[in-house]
């Protein structure tokens, strides 16, 4: 009887699944900087979703859980291989010679190259608000820390985002003003 009931759980929550998955990849991507690890923790995700996808009590909090499962599952993989991981730096193959674009990939790529440089605890919230958009409760309860905790890693993490950015010296760079997402 579970069996089936996880099995119509799972064929309703589909769809949702599948909509949330270039946005799981992204954060994954963001936290490991690795695009087949990041693909692994994303399938991972859904797996563990659709497996237990009757102990879901409120499809309204579908994100905020999908997202627990997420973090849990790359909190899972650095127990495993450890704190010091070394992650290798990817050069974006999808670049186009237009100026505009190119401008706006340099900025992405500093944009990018900051964040990677953030300690984990702040790469991971910042990329949840600011990338996810999420609020300070749901990254409290994805992440299992107060909401003041929350609140002063992403303080630290935009006040250090906006130091590394203003360093580059770029003007585009420093036209640009970090969004506060609540």
């Given at each position: 009887?579970?069996?089936?009931?996880?099995?119509?759980?799972?064929?309703?929550l589909k769809s949702e699944f599948a909509a949330r998955r270039?946005?799981?990849?992204?954060i994954a991507y963001s936290?490991?900087?690795?695009?087949?690890?990041?693909?692994?923790?994303?399938?991972?995700?859904?797996?563990?979703a659709i497996k237990n996808a009757s102990k879901l009590r409120d499809v309204n909090t579908l994100d905020s859980w999908i997202y627990r499962i997420?973090?849990?599952?790359?909190?899972?993989?650095?127990?495993?291989?450890?704190r010091n991981v070394e992650f290798v730096e990817m050069q974006d193959e999808h670049?186009?010679?237009?100026?505009?674009n190119y401008q706006q990939s340099q900025i992405v790529k500093r944009v990018r190259a900051s964040v990677e440089q953030l300690p984990l605890a702040l790469r991971e919230v910042v990329t949840l608000a600011d990338f996810a958009g999420f609020?300070?409760?749901?990254?409290?309860?994805?992440?299992e820390v107060p909401i003041g905790t929350v609140m002063s890693?992403?303080?630290?993490?935009?006040?250090?985002?906006?130091q590394q950015?203003?360093?580059?010296?770029?003007?585009?760079i420093s036209e640009f003003k970090l969004r506060r997402v609540k």
């Open positions: 009887m579970k069996v089936v009931k996880n099995l119509v759980a799972a064929i309703s270039n946005k799981l990849y992204r936290w490991c900087h690795d695009p087949a690890l990041a693909d692994d923790l994303v399938q991972e995700t859904i797996y563990k997420l973090y849990n599952s790359w909190q899972d993989y650095l127990r495993v291989k450890g670049q186009s010679g237009h100026s505009d609020s300070y409760a749901q990254i409290a309860e994805i992440t890693r992403l303080f630290r993490a935009r006040k250090n985002l906006k950015l203003l360093e580059f010296g770029s003007d585009e």
